[in-house]
């Protein structure tokens, strides 16, 4: 599929609020619509939500990436999703590799949050080489651990 990753706005909000709310993660965490847009504009306003077009320039899915939000300073990936007909075609890879571009261009360590029923979106990282480096247990909602995933820039490693 061909698939471009371009800078997000509200002519997107309808369909990023689409991709999150048909979700497990969207279900177990739910958030009315307007309280997602309003989340979503303060991530258009700070440029760091970036979308996935097909080549008719539909919106597949999203990305928030903070690359100053994690610890001190570290890129971290605020939210990923894509929507329900376009999982599984590599559109959450797509965006996965634009996060990493963006994040090691400015950082040699990248951070996400899964939560621990969610082992579809964990293999998919682990798959692009992030890995457990932590567990948070009862962050966001009582009973539900979140993994703290972290990618080293391979370069540094060796
Ligand atoms: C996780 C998610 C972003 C992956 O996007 P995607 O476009 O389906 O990912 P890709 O096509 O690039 O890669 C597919 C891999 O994603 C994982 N995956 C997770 N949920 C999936 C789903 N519902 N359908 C297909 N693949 C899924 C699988 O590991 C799959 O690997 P496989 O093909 O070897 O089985 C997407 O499934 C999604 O939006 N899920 C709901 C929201 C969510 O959980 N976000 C992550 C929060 S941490």
Redesign the pocket.
């Known amino acids: 599929m061909q698939i471009k990753i371009v800078q997000g706005n509200l002519e997107h909000m309808a369909d990023c609020i689409e991709?999150?709310k048909?979700?497990?993660?969207?279900e177990i965490y739910y958030h009315p619509d307007e309280e997602m847009a309003e989340l979503l504009i303060d991530g258009f306003n700070k440029g760091e939500i970036y979308v996935?077009l097909d080549k008719d320039r539909n919106c597949?899915?999203f990305i928030w990436i903070a690359l100053s939000g994690a610890f001190y300073g570290f890129p971290y990936?605020r939210?990923?999703?894509?929507?329900?007909d376009?999982?599984?075609?590599?559109?959450?890879?797509?965006?996965?590799n634009h996060y990493q571009k963006m994040g090691f261009a400015k950082s040699g360590r990248l951070f996400?949050?899964?939560?621990d029923f969610?082992?579809?979106?964990?293999?998919?990282?682990e798959?692009l080489g992030f890995i457990q480096v932590g567990t948070i247990p009862d962050l966001f909602k009582k009973g539900i651990s979140e993994l703290i995933l972290a990618k080293f820039r391979p370069e540094d490693e060796s």
């Open positions: 991709a999150h048909y979700s497990q993660l969207g996935a597949l899915g990936c939210i990923l999703a894509v929507k329900k376009c999982r599984g075609k590599g559109v959450g890879t797509a965006l996965l996400i949050l899964v939560s969610n082992k579809g979106a964990r293999k998919l990282y798959r």
